[in-house]
């Protein structure tokens, strides 16, 4: 049974940093595209970033380019996504998602074959 878990949220100040964790588990990823994606109260999932498992290549929104970094570790199972410079407006709940043969630049939610129950990210200004 697959699993995706994630950790790693809290409550932070603006300009802080947070390291979000996806343990994955329950088949072999190396086929898969891993993604981050967001939802703040009120608003829709958005796509935060996606790394393709067995090359490594990954892809950004504009939002979070030059902030975030999204990796995988292949001894571990999991893909990271180190945030810095937090603002108000990155508080959201972080999901983590699969999808078979997906592209790192898949950003919508559409298709995805696993997802992950979320962690809250709350950065206060």
């Known amino acids: 049974q697959v699993q995706l878990v994630e950790s790693g949220g809290g409550l932070v100040q603006a300009g802080d940093s947070l390291r979000l964790s996806c343990a994955a588990s329950g ?15 009120g608003k829709e999932r958005e796509f935060v970033a996606g790394i ?5 290549n990954n892809y ?8 975030f970094t999204i990796s995988r570790d292949n001894a571990k ?14 508080t959201a709940v972080y999901y983590c998602a699969a999808d ?16 992950g129950k979320g962690t809250l990210v709350t950065v206060s200004s």
């Open 27 to 41: 088949r072999t990823f190396n086929n898969y595209a891993m993604y981050w994606f967001r939802q703040a109260p």
């Open 52 to 56: 393709r498992w067995s090359s490594g």
């Open 60 to 67: 950004y929104a504009d939002s979070v380019k030059g902030r």
């Open 77 to 90: 199972n999991t893909v990271d996504l180190q945030m810095n410079s937090l603002k108000p407006e990155d």
């Open 100 to 115: 078979l043969f997906g592209s790192e630049r898949a950003t919508t939610t559409h298709g995805m074959d696993y997802w």
